[in-house]
């Protein structure tokens, strides 16, 4: 099976950067996903990393390292309406459901 | 374009009643996925459907729980003989193709009174 760890809270500064860690157990997978939540609403796909490296988009960056079963969600400039709960999600290789962790709340102060 | 729809948005039963939930996924989308979310948890996967077809369920439980997505109109999450225990966040998601980014629902929260 899999399973993903990430920080149960984090709290930042209005302005600051913030990194998400997402450390993860698989025997394979396609891909790791990013999403944000609020207040239990819609998740909202924010980045997505298939190989190794950085992606950017805009304020957030999603990192992927699969020799250090790691990875992490950058979010620079950060604003009030980024407090939400965020999620790394794997993507099976078989079948390709998303399997979630259980979510970061991030709450940005100002 | 119109997002994935979900409904209803929010539905209330007792113990033992039928809950049947919609999704509409996004147009160009032949992919759905079912999700359950309880407070405080992450989403747990239960069924992925293409039209006509349930490609993946094991994350649906064995019992009371169905699924289907027809050829025409919207995929339907079926709950027979509600517990108390099915009280959460029914989230669809619809992508593409397989593999491809999954987009979701506003949800439907299921109250089993």
């Known amino acids: 099976g899999q399973s993903l760890e990430q920080p149960s809270e984090v709290t930042a500064v209005e302005g600051a950067i913030v990194q998400i860690n997402c450390t993860y157990q698989?025997?394979?997978?396609?891909?790791l996903s990013w999403y944000q939540q609020h207040d239990g609403g819609a998740p909202t796909f924010l980045s997505y990393?298939?190989?190794?490296g950085l992606e950017e988009t805009g304020r957030f960056s999603s990192f992927l390292s699969r020799s250090d079963s790691y990875g992490y969600l950058l979010l620079q400039e950060l604003q009030m309406k980024d407090s939400a709960s965020y999620f790394c999600?794997?993507?099976?290789?078989?079948?390709?459901?998303?399997?979630f962790g259980k979510g970061t709340s991030l709450l940005v102060t100002p | 374009n119109a997002g994935v729809m979900q409904n209803p948005r929010h539905l209330v039963r007792r113990r033992g009643q039928e809950a049947r939930l919609r999704c509409s996924p996004m147009?160009?989308?032949?992919?759905v996925y079912w999700y359950r979310q309880l407070p405080e948890e992450g989403l747990k996967f239960m069924v992925y459907?293409?039209?006509?077809?349930?490609?993946?369920e094991s994350g649906m439980p064995k019992e009371r729980f169905s699924a289907e997505f027809p050829k025409e109109g919207p995929s339907i999450l079926r709950i027979q003989q509600v517990v108390r225990g099915d009280s959460a966040a029914y989230f669809c998601?619809?992508?593409?193709?397989?593999?491809?980014?999954?987009?979701f629902g506003p949800g439907t929260r299921l109250t089993v009174l």
């Open positions: 998601a619809s992508s593409p193709g397989e593999a491809d980014t999954q987009y």
């Open positions: 698989t025997s394979g997978f396609y891909g």
């Open positions: 990393n298939a190989l190794d």
């Open positions: 999600a794997l993507q099976g290789n078989s079948g390709y459901a998303l399997n």
């Open positions: 147009k160009g989308h032949s992919h």
């Open positions: 459907l293409q039209k006509e077809n349930i490609i993946d």
